[in-house]
């Protein structure tokens, strides 16, 4: 059997990065947290953890915090079932872990998922990331599912399609004027002389608009970047540059131009969950992907 305190003394030191926070967190002396993850380890007989200036979880480690999530998911679902979770006002507030692209977020996943918050009682921690990587933070077990780009289940997990985000290159009118020739037809040449509006060094969108509609790979141009979906919009409003918007959103900026009109860049996403779910999880995956029925293209 494992020792509740000693799991519970794992999870803080990774959520706090660091033995001295998580001890403060528990109300326990910085021994005390130290021993208890010493001896979960040679319970296990393996680390758990990477000491460092940030304490990280190695592979074991971040299994095991998978697994306490899930127990502890599972075992608050039971406690509401049995009438024992409940307070004073009502059944507890239980917390979900997701992480998600920025655009996906401010589009369609919470307006899909704000019902069934409010319903059940239920808390989100959002972690915010690029779609191709948000899956990382669902193997580390950070989280309990992902909107990702990723479509090969990894193990333990399920891959659902969501449907297609579908994005168009926009600037303002000024902009675009700079980027066509006298006879008005765009000039990429011309397109790769003005500054592009990145989202953050992991979005990859821009590029891979070049490489779909012009054939260039790995083009140099300039680059702001802007990591906050109101930052980024109002960047490309003001005429700092060009960049990719999700369609969902250009309803909102009427002032804005495409650029190659026409031009779309697809981006298929996945809703990658755990196979086995706790009920307030299996609701969540239900929400998901109801909401992308209606707001994503060819949403499954």
């Known amino acids: ?106 589009g369609w996943f919470l307006p899909g998922v704000v019902e069934l918050l409010q319903k059940h009682r239920l808390l989100l921690e959002i972690l915010i990331d690029d779609q191709d990587h948000t899956h990382d933070a669902l193997r580390s077990g950070d989280v309990i599912g992902c909107v990702t780009t990723l479509a090969e289940p990894m193990r333990g997990c399920v891959a659902e399609p969501l449907g297609v985000m579908r994005y168009r290159c926009v600037a303002a009118p000024a902009v675009v004027q700079r980027c066509r020739t006298p006879k008005g037809d765009l000039s990429v040449h011309r397109l790769l002389a ?36 109101d930052a980024f919009e109002k960047a490309i409003e003001l005429g700092l540059g060009w960049g990719m918007v999700p369609e969902q959103h250009l309803a909102a900026l009427p002032a804005l131009q495409e650029v190659l009109p026409g031009a779309t860049v697809d981006v298929q996403l996945y809703w990658q969950h755990w196979a086995k779910e706790a009920e307030s999880a299996r609701r969540l995956s239900l929400a998901v992907k109801a909401a992308a029925r209606v707001c994503l293209a060819g949403g499954g």
């Open 1 to 106: 059997m494992l020792d509740a305190r000693q799991l519970d003394a794992l999870v803080a030191v990774v959520e706090h990065g660091g033995f001295g926070p998580a001890a403060q967190a528990l109300s326990l002396t910085l021994s005390a947290v130290s021993l208890r993850i010493k001896s979960l380890e040679e319970h296990l007989g393996q680390r758990l953890l990477v000491r460092g200036k940030r304490v990280r979880a190695t592979a074991a480690g971040q299994a095991l915090l998978a697994h306490i999530k899930q127990v502890r998911l599972m075992e608050a679902d039971l406690l509401e079932g049995l009438g024992a979770g409940g307070t004073r006002s009502g059944r507890s507030w239980q917390s979900l872990s997701v992480a998600i692209n920025a655009d996906s977020v401010a």
């Open 194 to 229: 003005q500054p592009a509006i990145i989202f953050n060094r992991k979005d990859a969108l821009q590029d891979t608009f070049l490489l779909q509609h012009f054939g260039l790979r790995q083009p140099h141009y300039p680059r702001h970047y802007a990591p906050a979906v």
